[in-house]
């Protein structure tokens, strides 16, 4: 599977270097091999973990809860990946809530007024070794999201190159369908081998200074699913003239000086 996207934009943090590759720890256990040149345990440095400034200047775009509480339709999840790579694990948690307006499910009367809709709060893990658990209701009451955290827009473009393949069958996981709410609809793998570089944009909009070749073997990447069962090859072209519209930088902040009148999400 290969992916490339021109002029995306980036609001996060960049990877460190991917460590030396490792080989595929075995499918039993998590320990890691133990090694003589590992520090002893009264040598070895505890962890330190610390929050995320919410002023970082370099935070996700768009991140955070964005239902305005309005009877629309809505649907949003939230995506968060732990990797281990000493011992070539990851763990991957995916929470997601679905028309939380009907915390206790729709009611007949609700059916009625706006149509039969999917409800509910799910939680799923992808663990070690492409492992996997899921816990769902179909009831939201219990649910809190901190609402627009993280809202922002990207200032800066850069040319983005993403390639990623695997050889992993992957494991289902769920997704939201309109024919059966959230049901298994996707197969992932934490196992994906995975090439990250980007460039300055210059003003033409070509490719300038490299700042950024990273490459993992722990990517997570979604290796099939509905509706593409089977393999399949496409390919894409865009004009001259779409490439420079899409090209183009927008201050869309500046847009919306009042902060109310800011679509959601912005």
């Not at 460590?19 to 002893?40: F, V």
């Not at 899921?134 to 390639?163: D, H, L, M």
Request: contains cysteine.
């Amino acid at each position: 599977m290969a992916l490339a996207a021109a002029a995306a934009a980036v609001s996060v943090a960049f990877p460190r270097p991917a460590p030396p590759p490792h080989r595929r720890a075995p499918r039993r256990h998590l320990a890691p091999r133990a090694a003589s040149s590992s520090p002893s345990p009264s040598t070895a440095a505890a962890p330190v973990y610390a929050p995320t400034p919410r002023d970082r200047a370099l935070r996700t775009p768009h991140s955070g809860y964005h239902y305005d509480g309005t009877a629309r339709p809505f649907f949003e999840g939230w995506y968060f990946k732990v990797s281990i790579p000493e011992c070539r694990q990851s763990f991957c948690f995916m929470y997601s809530v679905e028309n939380p307006l009907f915390r206790d499910g729709m009611s007949d009367l609700d059916r009625v007024i706006h149509g039969s809709r999917f409800t509910g709060v799910g939680a799923q893990i992808l663990g070690a070794d492409d492992k996997y658990i899921c816990q769902f209701t179909e009831k939201s009451n219990n649910f809190w999201g901190k609402k627009n955290w993280g809202a922002g827009f990207p200032r800066k473009w850069y040319w983005v190159e993403i390639e990623a393949t695997t050889k992993e069958p992957g494991t289902a996981l769920r997704a939201p369908t309109m024919e059966a709410g959230l049901v298994p609809a996707c197969k992932d793998t934490c196992y994906g081998d995975l090439r990250l570089q980007m460039w300055e944009k210059r003003n033409d909009g070509g490719k300038g200074k490299m700042i950024l070749d990273a490459t993992s073997n722990m990517a997570a990447l979604e290796v099939g699913g509905g509706p593409w069962f089977n393999g399949w090859k496409g390919t894409t072209v865009s004009n001259e003239i779409v490439n420079n519209v899409v090209g183009t930088q927008v201050d869309v902040e500046s847009l919306f000086p009042i902060p109310f009148l800011k679509p959601p999400g912005l």
